[in-house]
């Protein structure tokens, strides 16, 4: 069971990247095994609704939508086999913690203790924030912090990352 990390920019194809990925694992596992999309945005305004629908609709009904916006850790705990599962996206969830005031690190050191047990495979997308520009404000400056905190740790502890850029792949790990 393999666990990968998929970074790129805003509008970079990586969550579409990320689905055919995890679409090609499923369709070589066992045929009980289960295919999961966890998202993790909270869909505030109708411009990130239409977002979100336009994402499952290209998605078949193979997939099995889990919306949690907070408690990745937990659900990815007790879906600890037979299945391959897309949490899309990181960079939404460390938002969502800030946002309704969870300790952050402490949320990481959850996941990265389930990485260590998980016997089923993940696919993690996240954004690649670290080369734009600085943020004008502290808490646009610890949000950019946790990001990169979090992308390198989950680089180390994952099996593959890759890079997308323009809808492709640069192979980093």
């Known amino acids: 069971m393999a666990k990968h990390l998929i970074l790129g920019g805003a509008r970079s194809g ?3 990247f990320a689905e055919n990925l995890a679409l090609q694992i499923y369709n ?6 289960q295919l999961y999309y966890l998202a993790t945005c909270e869909a505030a305004d109708s411009e990130m609704r239409a977002r979100v629908l336009k ?9 099995i939508n889990v919306e949690q916006p907070l408690d990745i850790a937990t659900f990815l ?14 960079t ?17 050191e959850r996941l990265y203790k389930v990485l260590e047990t998980s016997e089923t495979d993940i696919i ?30 989950l680089a180390q502890k994952v099996d ?3 890079l997308i850029v323009a809808g492709l792949p640069l192979w980093l790990k």
């Open 124 to 153: 993690f997308v996240s954004n690649e924030l670290g080369m734009g520009l600085v943020p004008e404000t502290k808490l646009g400056r610890e949000f950019r912090d946790f990001q990169g905190l979090l992308n390198q740790q």
């Open 160 to 162: 593959k990352v890759a």
């Open 14 to 16: 990586k969550s579409l």
């Open 92 to 108: 939404l969830w460390i938002n969502n913690l800030i946002y309704h005031k969870y300790d952050v690190e402490p949320a990481f």
């Open 55 to 63: 994402h499952k609709q290209r998605r078949d009904d193979g997939w």
């Open 77 to 90: 705990q007790s879906n600890a086999s037979n299945a391959v599962i897309l949490v899309d996206c990181l």
């Open 28 to 33: 070589q596992a066992a045929k009980n095994s």
